[in-house]
């Protein structure tokens, strides 16, 4: 219960100072609509293609903007001596980890929640009929990008060239997440394709199923990563963040 | 000077081997040759980078400096033979695949990973100043992750990468004649792998050593 409340008071902290500035999330949301943007010019073939291509420019609009959310969500703490306050308090390290990773997920959250429509708009992606597994594997994959992504900021908290080496040593450990994202997403999105064509009475297709399997084989995968990363980010959390 | 040379005489016989003693291949010809020094430096590769994370694991725990200098050694011998497999397989693939270099495979993409975390790994060491050796001891760690997906990649996700760590026994699909070679190579890099290590590794020793000695002197003369 203790750890519980201790949890929730580092993410309310966060949630508290994102209310009264609201510069992270303007800026994460406008950063990643304007990665889609100028992925969608530099790719652009035609509609069809770019449909495609929809569900990797989506997932490495979230890859930046949450990159830039993660070094913003210490940038801050940084500014005021805020992270050795915090582990002045009684609160226990895994508690501080937990905080702050839940408030950066709450806050790729929200700008996913505005940029999906967007997307769906932009690329005239059928979502709605997938809405259930699409929100799970967004969720997911935004766990296990939080993860790590809160662990390698904290720990780059004090580094010199932080904003250089976040991305250089993050990303490359974050990548099978964003694969199994990416990979989720066109899955799904084929399935909705196809059926939608089978409802105009198209005959369906055969491979939906295997189409289907795949999915759910990225979907757990998603999940392994996301255990994983969650157990090794909170339990290195301790052992980095002294002083 | 005698790892040196124990290291030359192992080569020497590795290389005879390869060349002399082991029939050549019918369809891949010379380029076969490849394969002696792709498949071992694929595993010393896999095996130091566990060793890494093994050791990176238990300084975060433990604080003592010699498992950092464990981990450094064995974090640099890692990208030696990460950039080996890196680049002899490719020219394999070359030859095999009809024609392409690289192709998006999952052990293909784990070993490129694996090989950029280990850049980064370097970069946050030299870069980071105080400090650097616990968030480099914490990226080794996913780095160890790595590796074990880089091991299972193929029997997870298949790709076309062959596999020759069989469930039978090391290497039990491949010609017998083309065995001794392989396990000579393989002895003669596992060799070079753990010289290079130690050596690295007492590199490090000295370092520290060398930096506690002048904080030693710096202080005495204040």
């Known amino acids: ?243 | 000077l005698t790892l040196v040379l124990c290291g030359a005489a192992l080569v020497g016989v590795a290389l005879y081997s390869i060349f002399a003693l082991a029939p050549i291949e019918a369809r891949m010809g010379i380029a076969q040759k490849i394969f002696y020094f792709h498949v071992p430096a694929g595993m010393a590769m896999v095996l130091l980078a566990g060793g890494c994370a093994l050791a990176s694991l238990v300084f975060l725990i433990s604080r003592k400096e010699i498992f950092d200098e464990i981990a450094v050694a064995a974090a640099e011998v890692t990208m030696v033979f990460a950039t080996i497999s890196l680049i002899t397989g490719p020219l394999w693939a070359r030859k095999a695949w009809s024609g392409v270099w690289w192709t998006w495979d999952a052990r293909l993409t784990s070993t490129l990973l694996l090989w950029i975390v280990l850049a980064g790994y370097h970069m946050l060491r030299g870069l980071s100043g105080e400090g650097a050796r616990r968030f480099s001891a914490g990226l080794a760690i996913f780095a160890g992750v790595d590796a074990v997906l880089v091991y299972l990649s193929v029997k997870l996700w298949g790709g076309q990468h062959p596999i020759v760590m069989q469930d039978e026994g090391l290497g039990s699909n491949i010609h017998p004649g083309m065995r001794l070679p392989l396990f000579l190579s393989m002895g003669a890099y596992f060799f070079i792998g753990a010289a290079l290590f130690w050596l690295r590794m007492g590199l490090e020793r000295t370092r520290n050593r060398l930096r506690a000695l002048k904080l030693q002197v710096s202080e005495r003369m204040e």
């Open chain 1, 1 to 243: 219960m203790n750890v519980l409340r201790q949890i929730g008071a580092v993410f309310y902290k966060d949630l508290l100072v994102e209310a009264r500035t609201r510069e992270t999330i303007l800026s994460m949301l406008v950063f990643a609509v304007l990665i889609g943007l100028v992925f969608t010019f530099a790719v652009f073939v035609n509609q069809e293609t770019i449909r495609k291509i929809a569900p990797g420019i989506f997932w490495v609009a979230i890859t930046f903007s949450g990159t830039l959310g993660l070094s913003r969500s210490f940038a801050r703490e940084r500014e005021a001596g805020g992270l050795r306050g915090l582990l002045m308090t009684p609160a226990g390290r895994g508690a501080i980890f937990a905080g702050k990773m839940l408030a950066n997920v709450a806050f790729m959250v929200v700008v996913e929640l505005l940029l999906i429509p967007l997307f769906s708009i932009f690329f005239d992606l059928p979502l709605l009929e997938v809405a259930g597994s699409f929100a799970a594997v967004v969720l997911l994959g935004t766990i296990g990008f939080a993860a790590v992504g809160t662990l390698f900021a904290a720990m780059l908290e004090n580094a010199r060239l932080r904003e250089l080496l976040l991305p250089v040593i993050f990303y490359p450990i974050v990548v099978p997440v964003i694969i199994a994202g990416v990979e989720a997403t066109g899955g799904l999105l084929f399935l909705s394709d196809a059926a939608r064509a089978a409802a105009k009475g198209a005959a369906t297709l055969g491979s939906m199923d295997a189409i289907r399997d795949k999915v759910w084989q990225w979907i757990q995968i998603l999940m392994a990563f996301d255990a994983i990363f969650l157990a090794a980010s909170a339990w290195i959390f301790e052992y980095l963040v002294t002083e």
